[in-house]
C-alpha cells in the first residue's frame, strides 16, 4: 500500500510556541490531505483538507490561525499550531489517498503535548 | 449532518470466536464505507472497502457487509486472535464525496 510519513512523532513544547507537523506522502502524490485530531479514548475528528496549491478548507470549529496549513507541494503538507496551550495537546494525524481509490493512508501521528 | 455511530463498548470475546462490529449512520447513505484498524499510539489501517451496490465483501477472515436499508455495516473477523485485539473504525465520505468521517470505533479484545 502507499506511503505517508509524519514527523515528528513526538513534540513537547512550552505554552504559547509554535509547533510544525510535517506529512508527507512518499511513493504517490497527493493533490488532497486530510489532518486528524484525536483525543485520548475517542475517535478521529476531521480538521481541515489541505488542498495542493490553494487554501485549506477547514472544518466548522477549527481556527484557520491557529491551525496554519501549508500545501506546497504534491508530496507535503505541514500542519503548524500556532501559539499552542495546553488544550491543543493531542494526537495529531494525516491522511492521504492516491490516485482516487477511496482507502485512505495515514501517517504515524505525531503526539503533541504543550507544557 | 451524517452521524456514524458505532458500539462504544469494549467487545471481549475468546479466541477463535467471531467477533462482530457494527456501524450505523443517520443520513445519506454513502457510496461507499470503509474499515480501519487502530492500534494504540499509531495511525489507522486501512482494512476494507464496500460499496453501495456491494452486499458483502471479504478478504482473508474479515467479511464486510452494508445494508443501505438499515442503514448499517456489520465487520466481523472469524477465528478470531489475540493479535486481532484493536479499535476498529467505520468511515464514510461526506455527501460531496471530498471528506472522510469517522466513527467513535469499537476496541476489540481477543482473549486467549
Known amino acids: 500500500g502507499a506511503v505517508v510519513s509524519q514527523h515528528p512523532s513526538r513534540v513537547i513544547c512550552k505554552s504559547g510556541t509554535s509547533v510544525k507537523i510535517e506529512c508527507r506522502s512518499l511513493?504517490?502524490?497527493?493533490?488532497?490531505m486530510f489532518w486528524y485530531r484525536q483525543f485520548p479514548k475517542q475517535s478521529l475528528m476531521l480538521m481541515a483538507t489541505?488542498?495542493?496549491?490553494?487554501?485549506?478548507?477547514?472544518e466548522q470549529g477549527v481556527e484557520k490561525d491557529k491551525f496554519l496549513i501549508n500545501h506546497a507541494s504534491l508530496t507535503l503538507s505541514t500542519l503548524t499550531v500556532t501559539s499552542a496551550h495546553p488544550e491543543d495537546s493531542s494526537f495529531y494525524i494525516c491522511?492521504?489517498?492516491?490516485?482516487?481509490?477511496?482507502?485512505?493512508?495515514f501517517g504515524e501521528g505525531s503526539r503533541l503535548t504543550v507544557l | 449532518s451524517q452521524k456514524i455511530e458505532q458500539n462504544s463498548e469494549a467487545l471481549n470475546i475468546q479466541e477463535g470466536k467471531t467477533a462482530t462490529l457494527t456501524c450505523n449512520y443517520t443520513?445519506?447513505?454513502?457510496?461507499?464505507l470503509q474499515w480501519y484498524r487502530q492500534d494504540p499510539g499509531r495511525g489507522p489501517v486501512f482494512l476494507l472497502l464496500?460499496?453501495?451496490?456491494?452486499k458483502e465483501k471479504r478478504k482473508e477472515r474479515l467479511k464486510v457487509t452494508f445494508d443501505t436499508t438499515l442503514k448499517q455495516s456489520l465487520f466481523h473477523i472469524t477465528a478470531s486472535q489475540p493479535a486481532d485485539s484493536a479499535t476498529y473504525l467505520c468511515?464514510?465520505?461526506?455527501?460531496?464525496?471530498?471528506?472522510?468521517?469517522f466513527g467513535s470505533g469499537t476496541k476489540l479484545n481477543v482473549k486467549p
Open positions: 491522511s492521504a489517498t492516491p490516485g482516487g481509490t477511496g482507502e485512505l493512508f
Open positions: 511513493d504517490f502524490q497527493a493533490t488532497t
Open positions: 489541505s488542498n495542493e496549491g490553494s487554501k485549506a478548507t477547514y
Open positions: 443520513n445519506y447513505s454513502p457510496a461507499y
Open positions: 464496500i460499496r453501495e451496490n456491494e
Open positions: 468511515a464514510l465520505e461526506n455527501d460531496n464525496f471530498n471528506k472522510f468521517y
